[in-house]
Each structure stands twice: as C-alpha cells, then as structure tokens.
C-alpha cells in the first residue's frame, strides 16, 4: 500500500512538474522574451504495447539548444552512447536498434528538418569508461544532443554509488559547458534485480543526478516495469537480460516522445549562438 501511495504522488508530482514547465513556456513565448519558438509538433504516438503512464515514461526536463536548433531548421546530430542497450544486442536486425528507430520517429515528428543519429554504444560498459571517451566523440561528432544510456551495468557490477554519481554529475556539467543537451535513458527492469538493493540505489542515485542538474531523464525501470505487469509483451530477449525486438520499439518510443516535449519546455540556459569543441 505504502509503495502505490508513494508511486501515485510521484505521479501527480510530475504530472504538476510538466504542466508548470509547459505554461511557463507558453508565457513566454507570448511575452516574446527573444527565445526561438516553433510551433510544438503532436508527440509522438505509442504502440498498443509500449503504452505507460507519462510519469513513468519520463521525468521531464528543458532542452534549450534542441529547442534554439529546432527554430533555426538546422539538421539535428543525436549522439547516442551507452552499453548493449544502445550498440541493439538482442535485435533481430541493426535496423531494430533504438537509435535507428528513434531517428525515423524524429524524422517523422518535425517534419522536413534532418536528424542524424549517431550509435556509439559499446556492450558491457559502465559509466566510467562511456566518460572517457565521451569528450572525444563529441569533438569528432559534433553534436546538438547526446542520449546517455546509463547505470545498468554500473549496479550489476557494484559499483560504488558515490564513484558512480561522481562520474556522471562531472560528465552532465561537462557536457552543459560546452552547450550540449543531455538526455539520461535510465536503468532497465527485469525480474532479477526487483529486490537487489544495490541496483535500487544506483537508480535512485540517477534520479537524484537528473533532478538535480535539470537534465531529462528516461525513465525505463519504470515503463519497462509497467509493461510487464500489463502482459503488454515480454520485452526481453531469451537471455532474460537484453532487449528483444519490441523492447527496443518501445525504448525508441519512449525516448522520442520524452524528448519532443521537452524540446519545447522553456529552459533557462542560453541557445547558443556558436560552440567551442575540444
């Protein structure tokens, strides 16, 4: 009883959290603050499968340089880095990856604007390691928006939560100085680790960092959770660890629709006008 009371307040929190954020750009916009504004396109629909509740799907953050790129019509470069769940282990084709998908969902959604995604995973990395090698991909990439998939290989080899809060603030605040926006695409939900305290911690820990630094956070515990309670569909491969087919459907989903509403949030960083790249 206690944990559906807490989960339906964090609910109604986020629910309070997104409509606040989102007159608070309509005001704006009316007031003509010298923001660039477009018109916020529908988002993106889910598949029967993939439905779960908007606060379960993410917690939502601005974009402000996705919002000034989106103004300007300019082609959007997505870098996508993270673990297994980011490289499609577990699909039944390179195409079913989730960043392959997500492009075509973008594509779709702000029509006639070009988004390039660009899949950098690596399978079985933790935070640390995605770190060290963020800084150069974003100088050899040069994008508008990184996607972060993170922590679940962080809490299945223990990581010590303070090393993993440390890696990723740093890298967040990194990643804000030289004006790109981040997404989180947080821990996935299996069976195995609903009672691993370890596990629980890391994804609280990512909570925390998001609402923190004011960055988007994926929330795929939650979505994935929900599916699988609703017999929507078994969203993992036989492995009972990776993502099959409809779980990657369902995470591109998820990710596109968290990141067209947050494109048009007010954010309270300045578009950028030009950037300086390691």
């Known amino acids: 009883m206690a944990v559906r009371i807490a989960r339906q307040a964090e609910a109604i929190g986020c629910a309070i959290a997104a409509l ?6 309509a005001l704006a916009s009316a007031a003509g603050d010298g923001q660039p504004s ?3 396109p529908p988002a993106p629909a889910l598949s029967p499968s993939c439905q779960a ?10 974009l402000p340089h996705l919002q000034a790129d989106l103004a300007a019509k300019r082609t959007i470069r997505v870098l996508a880095i993270g673990s297994s769940s980011t490289v499609g282990l577990g699909a039944s084709s390179p195409t079913l990856n989730y960043p392959a998908q997500l492009e075509l969902i973008l594509e779709q959604t702000f029509k006639g604007l070009d988004v390039v995604t660009i899949n950098r995973g690596v399978s079985g990395e933790v935070a640390a390691a995605t770190a060290d090698r963020l800084k150069t991909l974003v100088g050899l990439e040069r994008p508008d928006l990184v996607l972060w998939q993170v922590g679940t290989n962080d809490a299945l080899m223990r990581v010590g939560i303070d090393d993993f ?5 740093d ?10 926006d981040t997404v989180l695409v947080g821990l996935q939900y299996t069976l195995k680790v609903a009672k691993d305290e370890h596990y629980r911690a890391i994804r609280m ?9 004011g960055v988007l956070l994926v929330r795929r515990y939650e979505a994935m959770e929900f599916i699988e309670k609703a017999k929507a569909g078994p969203l993992l491969a036989g492995d009972e660890l990776h993502l ?4 990657y459907r369902c995470m591109a989903e998820h990710i596109a629709r968290a990141m067209v509403v947050s494109a048009f949030f ?13």
């Open 20 to 25: 606040g954020l989102t007159l608070g750009f």
């Open 38 to 40: 477009v018109p916020p």
């Open 53 to 62: 509740p908007a606060a379960d799907i993410a917690t939502p953050a601005p």
């Open 165 to 169: 809060r440390a890696t990723v603030v």
């Open 171 to 180: 890298t967040l605040r990194w990643l804000k100085e030289h004006e790109i």
């Open 205 to 213: 820990a990512l909570r925390d960092i998001a609402q923190s630094e």
């Open 244 to 247: 099959n087919d409809l779980g």
């Open 266 to 278: 007010k954010g309270t960083g300045t578009p950028r006008v030009g950037r300086t790249l390691p």
